[in-house]
């Protein structure tokens, strides 16, 4: 596959750097969900928080239903949340023209967050053709997806990109998946939003994941990520630490400079005890790590269940019973858990066989998405739209360092991006307590 670098050659026009507009006034929460405290990212403070959640996708990945666009059943599974004990799920596809209140009402009033993956099957990066995804009708629909979710202060995270690189050849993606989450969170800043956090969702792929964390996190500030989150299925019950491998993970992630946890975990090659989370939620793994996400909440034909669902009955399997007993068995570590706060942004990582990517370059952020950051997004496409594929309005060239800042205003300098930001240090999850403190110096997420 063509590097970036290749393909960008082929534009027809140098970049333009589009400095963001101030943002407006940050924008109250709603009210549905205004009981929770929002989390956000942050280099120090207290209350760290640990995600203990679920992957949620009734229905599984071929059916598109919007999960928390129902009442009825939102509020069914929620009481299973609840005797879970979680404070998370994760939501893959979403409705962008549906009304959430009511679900995201419920969710808050149980403690729960929501980590929300952005794009649906017709509204998604192509690891293809990035180069042809990558355009403004894409963007505009993510954006619209972004309107819908930022007031509520429950929604915890957004996912700009899920397992787009899955092997050596598909690793020429990467600075598309990069872009990506740069534009969202030049979005969420120039709309006067909170600063929710945004980040990838890697694939159980040994051969590059630490490559694509080393990408997510070098660069400028306004370029890096908000966190990394990444599938994980190598502890497989009966195991430890060690045996399990997760030892050398921690090792190889020590002093990362951006929050980690796991967007899906718990091996299902033999009867699942979900052993691992006495290790995710202690010391052992709390200097890097700040939580998990279990997949998944129902039987979807692969047999990684909780629960199986047949009309409006929700049956409670074996391995719901076990991770009940293992987060009542695990409680989180006092403190900030040992994180090391001085991380910092990682070198880039260098093109070789299982990662074909030479240089730092990114997209140029695209026309359409700069006026959008000004205007706001259209209504989006919901479940359905004309798709996005080959819809024009791609990049013409690389960026210039800065312009994508997400706190300098309309500053497009390295520097001036790096004094607004500050140093994304290896960052725990923090529960928030003053508002205002949101918008650009953050609170924190993993």
């Not at 750097?17 to 207290?46: Q, W």
């Not at 949340?81 to 979680?86: A, D, E, S, V």
């Not at 997806?145 to 690189?165: C, H, W």
């Not at 910092?344 to 066989?353: K, N, R």
Request: charged letters at 15%; aromatic letters at 10%.
């Amino acid at each position: 596959m063509k590097s970036f670098s290749a393909i960008a050659a082929l534009a027809a026009a140098a970049s333009t750097v589009y400095a963001l507009p101030s943002p407006t006034k940050e924008l109250d929460a709603r009210a549905s969900s205004a009981s929770l405290t929002p989390i956000t990212v942050k280099g120090n403070g207290n209350n760290r928080f640990y995600i203990r959640g679920v992957d949620y996708q009734p229905g599984g990945s071929s059916k598109l239903v919007d999960l928390i666009a129902d009442s009825t059943t939102c509020t069914r599974d929620i009481a299973k949340f609840q005797k879970l004990g979680i404070n998370t799920v994760r939501i893959y596809t979403v409705d962008n023209t549906a009304n959430h209140d009511d679900c995201m009402k419920a969710l808050a009033a149980a403690g729960i967050y929501l980590v929300l993956d952005v794009n649906t099957p017709l509204y998604s990066l192509n690891r293809a053709t990035p180069f042809l995804s990558y355009n403004s009708v894409y963007l505009a629909n993510i954006f619209a997806t972004i309107d819908q979710f930022a007031n509520y202060t429950n929604t915890l995270a957004f996912f700009s990109g899920n397992k787009v690189i899955n092997d050596a050849s598909t690793t020429g993606a990467a600075p598309y998946v990069k872009a990506v989450t740069r534009d969202m969170r030049s979005y969420i800043r120039a709309r006067g939003y909170r600063k929710i956090p945004v980040g990838y969702s890697a694939a159980d792929v040994d051969s590059n994941r630490l490559e694509m964390a080393q990408c997510m996190n070098c660069g400028p500030d306004d370029e890096r990520s908000d966190f990394f989150a990444f599938n994980d299925y190598s502890w497989c019950d009966p195991s430890s630490f060690q045996i399990s491998g997760w030892d050398q993970k921690v090792k190889n992630f020590t002093n990362y400079g951006l929050p980690i946890f796991l967007s899906q975990y718990g091996c299902n090659t033999n009867t699942r005890k979900f052993e691992e989370v006495k290790s995710l939620y202690s010391t052992d793994m709390t200097t890097v790590y700040s939580g998990g996400l279990v997949y998944e909440y129902s039987e979807e034909g692969s047999k990684y269940s909780l629960v199986t669902i047949s009309g409006s009955t929700v049956t409670e399997g074996p391995d719901f019973t076990a991770l009940v007993a293992a987060f009542k068995g695990t409680a989180n570590p006092s403190g900030d858990g040992g994180y090391n706060a001085q991380g910092g942004s990682s070198t880039c990582p260098s093109q070789s066989s299982t990662w074909n990517v030479t240089g730092d370059a990114l997209p140029a952020i695209l026309s359409g998405a700069a006026a959008m950051f000004k205007t706001g997004a259209s209504k989006g496409a919901g479940l359905t739209g004309l798709g996005f594929q080959n819809a024009g309005g791609t990049s013409t060239g690389t960026a210039t360092s800065g312009s994508g800042s997400v706190c300098a205003g309309a500053s497009t300098s390295k520097s001036a991006a790096g004094k607004a930001v500050g140093p994304m240090d290896t960052r725990p999850l923090i529960v928030g307590v003053v508002a205002i403190a949101f918008s650009c110096l953050g609170a924190a997420l993993l």
